[in-house]
C-alpha cells in the first residue's frame, strides 16, 4: 500500500518524469496533487503496472486530482541543457503550472488548478534543481511509496507514450509504438 503524504495536514503534490534513459523522444514530466484521503486500489509505481492499467488510471487521476499537470522538454533542450538539468526543468514547469504559473505548452488540468495550491512537493529521485517557490523533498523510488508520486509517474509515463506512438506513425521504420523507452 502506497503512502498518501509523507507529513498529514500538508498539501503535498507529486512529482516524476519518464524518458530520461531513452535514445529518443523527449523528457515528459507530470506534477499531481491529489485529494485528501484519496484512494486507488490499483494506483501503483508505473513500470510496476500493464499498459492498460496505465491508461486506464491515466482517466482517473486526470478525472480525480485537484490539479495536475504535464511539461515536456524536448531532444533539443535535453542536448542544451544535460538530461539531469532537463528532466528537473521539466518538474519545475509541470509544479509551477500547479500553483497559477503555466508556461507555454504544458498541459495541465484539474478542478482546482491553480485554486488549491500544493505547499511542498515530493520529488522522484535524489537530485532536484527547483524551479519553483515550492519547498521539497527528494525521495529515491518514491515512485513506489508515495502516491502523489505515483500518480505523476503514471501521467509522464502515458503523456510520453502517446508522443512516442505519434513518432511512430511518422517514422514507422524506428518501431517506436513497440519501443517507446
Known amino acids: 500500500m502506497l503512502n498518501f503524504c509523507v507529513k498529514s495536514g500538508r498539501r503535498e503534490a507529486g ?11 523527449p523528457v515528459v514530466a507530470a506534477a499531481v496533487l491529489l485529494p485528501d484521503g484519496y ?5 501503483n509505481d508505473s513500470k510496476q503496472l500493464s499498459e492498460r492499467q496505465r491508461n486506464n488510471l ?13 511539461a515536456e522538454v524536448t531532444p533539443e533542450e535535453i542536448d542544451s541543457l544535460n538530461i539531469l538539468h532537463a528532466s528537473t526543468h521539466a518538474m519545475s514547469l509541470a509544479a ?3 500553483v497559477g504559473r503555466p508556461a507555454e505548452g504544458v498541459t495541465a488540468g484539474g478542478t482546482h488548478l491553480g485554486k488549491i495550491k500544493p505547499e511542498f512537493l515530493l520529488i522522484d529521485g535524489n537530485r532536484f534543481y527547483n524551479e519553483t517557490s515550492l519547498p521539497y523533498q527528494c525521495i529515491v523510488g518514491g515512485d513506489a511509496r508515495f502516491m502523489p508520486i ?3 509517474s503514471i501521467l509522464a509515463k502515458t503523456y510520453r507514450d502517446a508522443i512516442m506512438i505519434r513518432l511512430h506513425q511518422e517514422y514507422p521504420v524506428y518501431g517506436w509504438d513497440r519501443n517507446k523507452g
Open 39 to 43: 484512494t486507488s486500489p490499483t494506483l
Open 150 to 152: 505515483a500518480a505523476a
Open 58 to 70: 491515466r482517466i482517473e487521476i486526470e478525472r480525480d486530482a485537484l490539479a495536475w499537470a504535464v
Open 96 to 98: 509551477n503550472a500547479l
Open 15 to 25: 512529482c516524476d518524469e519518464a524518458g530520461r534513459g531513452p535514445l529518443a523522444g
